[in-house]
């Protein structure tokens, strides 16, 4: 199983960026999709997750501005993120439950700058 990721790059505070991550391979089901992000000298932190049926979950400093959503059929997993600001700036990974084993992307970088 792979995740790949496209999306990120510069914007500008309270910009917008788009991100996906299509999940290919021997997949049965995915169970969750969402994406993580990390700043160098932090820990990995949750962003947004989203079940199959389409139940989600924010972090606190994103919700109102980061709207996850995921294609079933395409095994893909989107992030829309709006009004950006520098702290958001993060490497952004991709996640996934297939099977119970967890899968990650390897990363897009998002920098929100003036």
């Known amino acids: 199983v792979q995740l790949q990721a496209c999306g990120g790059g510069f914007v500008q505070p309270g910009g917008s960026l788009g991100l996906s991550c299509a999940a290919s391979g021997s997949i049965f089901a995915i169970n969750f999709m969402g994406w993580y992000r990390q700043v160098p000298g932090k820990q990995r932190e949750l962003v947004a997750l989203i079940t199959s049926d389409g139940g989600t979950t924010y972090a606190e400093s994103v919700k109102g501005r980061f709207t996850i959503s995921r294609d079933n059929a395409k095994n893909t997993v989107y992030l829309q993120m709006n009004s950006l600001t520098p702290e958001d700036t993060a490497v952004y990974y991709c996640?996934?439950?297939?099977?119970?084993?967890?899968?990650w992307g390897q990363g897009t970088l998002v920098t929100v700058s003036s």
């Open positions: 996640y996934a439950d297939i099977g119970r084993a967890n899968y």
